[in-house]
């Protein structure tokens, strides 16, 4: 019983909730960002670098707590050069896979030397890794904030050549996209919305806010609306959820944020092969009838 | 007649020290099917990207419906070859078709009737409304050349650049596939550029050749460019060329043509 007090603990909550207002937005803002992202990179096959990005911003952000300068800026630094450079490197599959094994590694020992070597509150430390939503101040969400209305904006304006660009790159050039360069576009606006995450979930968890929702949305239907809203809404779910059920507990957000996140997928993926066998069996069948009316 | 919708005058490519083609002299005229054969490494590809604007010409001009070639000209529609699309990509056929429409445009656009109709009349066109919803991930390859036919068509081009779309389908989504490429064609006068190296699920179609081979060519009718003594002297060496119930089957060619390294090609086999 102790335990689960410890996990699920909702007296005062009335009182709490006011407190937390600041993170609940930044909840909103990450979860709406972390969905749309999270679209391309599913269709880019990007899972992998953002992992990657994650733990090279965690090194920033630790060598800013170092330092003692702006761990968000830190933060943004680690994750731009890394998204850079896994861009400009890594254009074939094979290559990037590589780079990444090779990089990530590096980022988090970088991190853990600049964690050793600071003498500072040990909840700072752990924060980067896992997660510190509760404690989002004025100024941070102030960051957030802009942050997130960059990364809107940016992915707005390249929406439709990117969808195309990377749903078929070769198409997409053939008809005059732009497409190395919506590629770079990209890894930058996934840097800053990578620093924003770790931020709030922490560098290991950043998964499950930018993979998972669109992950999951992708397993029950194919249409590209659809699919936007679907993973925005499980976004906005999985953090703002996270938050609310963490509130009373003095454990970190990301358990909760990465169990709800894990539960939608569970659950897209159960809905999502039922709906795939029923037409993986009208495939034969459909094709028969239109043929003949072509050739006719 | 009208304008040429593709005219390459004295057009050369080289990479490095190898010549791919020189002096090439093509027109194309609305509504003609011209085919492009030739061994792999002979320059086929080199010619769409051309033709596309991705690639310049060594020497010589290339110009589209009377304008020089850029890339992402609305004269040109571009039928890539079949290959796998990821069964969770998300995109239904329809999202595919409405690509070639506005896919390169910024923005993320607004939902339209108009949109809508153009691309379900495109759809209809390439007898593909049954699967219209279905997420193009599960679609036979046969079924996702004819929505990539919707989707080159639908922006109205005057000139379809065809790159070995007929590859890994078989043998009745070919014909099914060349049949609407030359419905097309004979519908809006568009002209048709067809890279393949199987010249017989296009014979019936085919107005006019144009053979690459070794650095040279040779451009003309079937019957002209696919004989055993034209053959023979692109490539230097005894070809035969048969002809047999209405296909063409070609024996005797090169293991490789100049340089080592590039797979030699039967233009035809069988199939």
Redo the contacts between chains.
Sequence with gaps: MSVWHQIFNFADYGQLLSLVRNSIIAGLILGIVGGLISTFVMMRDLPFAVHGISELSFAGASGALLLGVNVVVGSLTGSILAALTIGALGSRARDRNSIIGVLMPFGLGLGVLFLSLYKGRAANKFGLLTGQIVAVDTPQLAWLLGTSALVLLGLLLVWRPLTFASTDAELAAARGVPVKALSTIFMLLLGLSVAMSVQIVGALLVLSIICTPAAAAMRVTASPHVVTLLSVLFGVVSVVGGILLSLGSNIPISPYVTTISFAIYLVCRALGNRRARPVSHAVAPAVAPTRSTVTG | MSAPVLEIHDGSLSFGARTLWSDLDLTVQPGEFLAVLGANGSGKTSLLRVI???QRLGSGTVKIAGHPA????RDVG?V?QQRRIDA?????AR?LVG??L????????RPSGARRRRIESLLDQ??????A????????G??QQ?VRIAQALIGDPRLLLCDEPLLSLDP?SQ??TT??VDQRRRTADTAVVFVTHEINPVLPYVDRVLYLAGGTFRVGSVDEVLNSATLSALYQTPVEVIRSGGRILVAGLPETIGQPGHEPHHVLGAS
């Design positions: 596309l604007g991705q850029r890339r992402g000209s571009y890539p969770l990509t998300p995109l239904r999202d690509q070639g506005d896919g390169h445009r910024w923005g993320i656009g390439v007898g593909a409304s049954d699967y919803n279905r997420p193009v991930g599960l679609l036979s046969g079924e004819r009745h014909s099914t049949a609407l």
